[in-house]
């Protein structure tokens, strides 16, 4: 069974860092792309990071560039999100998501995590 499990979220100043990491059972790894969305109240969700497999190629959104890294550890099957200088508008749930796509559309990615809440106050 896939699973995809989020954590290392909360509350946090502005300027603060926070590392979330994404737990992947059920052979999620072997999808081409393991991406991070967020989505606050009211608002569609959005693309923050992406990590192909075949050569960890990284994309970013403009929003997070420069501040947030995403990598992935092969041995211990996770991704993590570190992200650095956080600001308010950083605040969302975060998902982690697995896809055969390494693209930034939300709907080419199969699998995804129950989410994790990141609240980033000023």
């Known amino acids: 069974q896939v699973r995809l499990v989020e954590s290392g979220g909360g509350s946090v100043q502005a300027g603060d860092s926070l590392r979330l990491s994404c737990a992947t059972s059920?052979?999620?790894?072997?999808?081409?792309?393991m991406a991070w969305f967020r989505q606050d109240s009211g608002k569609e969700r959005e693309f923050v990071a992406a990590?192909?497999?075949?050569?960890?190629?990284?994309s970013y959104a403009d929003s997070v560039k420069g501040r947030f890294t995403i990598s992935r550890d092969s041995a211990k099957n996770t991704v993590d999100l570190q992200m650095n200088s956080l600001k308010p508008q950083d605040t969302a749930v975060y998902y982690c998501?697995?896809?055969?796509?390494?693209?930034?559309?939300?709907?080419?990615?199969?699998?995804w995590g129950q989410g994790i809440r990141v609240t980033v106050s000023s």
């Open positions: 998501a697995a896809g055969w796509a390494y693209t930034r559309a939300a709907g080419t990615y199969d699998y």
């Open positions: 059920g052979g999620t790894l072997i999808r081409s792309a």
């Open positions: 990590i192909r497999r075949n050569d960890d190629s990284t």
